[in-house]
């Protein structure tokens, strides 16, 4: 069975009913791995290892947090130091090169509504523009691009709005699933000739 790894960055998954809904619901999907990373790493040191070995085990990888001051939470960026410098910088041979081709996906939260993301909204910049450092790194990467999963009020929405959201995110990931198997073969038959 394909794998999707869902990597969650939330530095307080606790008081976030977005996330953990969100995460939850994808959790449910067959073949999905949910890690969150601020459980796992609360000190901020990052086994670069093992996370190597995680993304290397993914046919498709999700990054998933909140939007913070319209950037990443810290423990992201300490997160792509550590692993994607060492993949692409260091081991590309035998690392890096072995995870091109693995397509990426947003998804994250905001609090606002999505008119603030805006040229004349209260943040004036959209949200793909914000987001378009990770679309550099994915494409520096080769990891192909997704169009982003964002959901906005995040921390305003109602039960039934939530929900609502959440199914569509599951949704979201088995559209993508189906749609990304083809080029899971390709991949599979890289790591092995290269591996």
């Not at 606002?112 to 987001?131: I, Q, R, S, W």
């Not at 390709?186 to 092995?192: A, I, N, T």
Request: net charge negative.
């Amino acid at each position: 069975m394909s794998k999707t790894l869902i990597l969650l960055f939330h530095p307080d998954l606790s008081g976030s009913r977005a996330n953990v809904a969100l995460a939850g619901t994808a959790l449910r999907l067959p073949g999905v791995e949910v890690i969150d990373l601020h459980a796992l790493y609360p000190d901020g040191r990052i086994d670069a290892d093992q996370e190597v070995a995680r993304l290397l085990s993914a046919d498709r990888i999700v990054l998933q947090f909140p939007i913070q001051w319209y950037s990443t939470p810290p423990l992201l960026k300490a997160w792509q130091d550590a692993v994607l410098t060492r993949m692409y910088y260091i081991n590309y041979e035998t690392e890096g090169r072995l995870l091109e081709g693995t397509p990426l996906l947003v998804a994250a939260t905001a609090g606002n509504v999505p008119e603030a993301y805006a040229p004349d909204g209260a943040n004036k910049f959209t949200m793909a523009e914000l987001l378009r450092p990770l679309e550099a790194t994915a494409h520096r990467c080769g990891l192909p691009w997704q169009a982003p999963f964002v959901l906005f009020r995040a921390n305003k929405l109602d039960d039934i709005a939530l929900h609502g959201a959440a199914k569509s995110y599951a949704g979201l990931l088995k559209d993508w699933r189906k749609a990304t198997e083809p080029q899971e073969d390709f991949r599979r038959f890289l790591v092995e000739a290269w591996g």
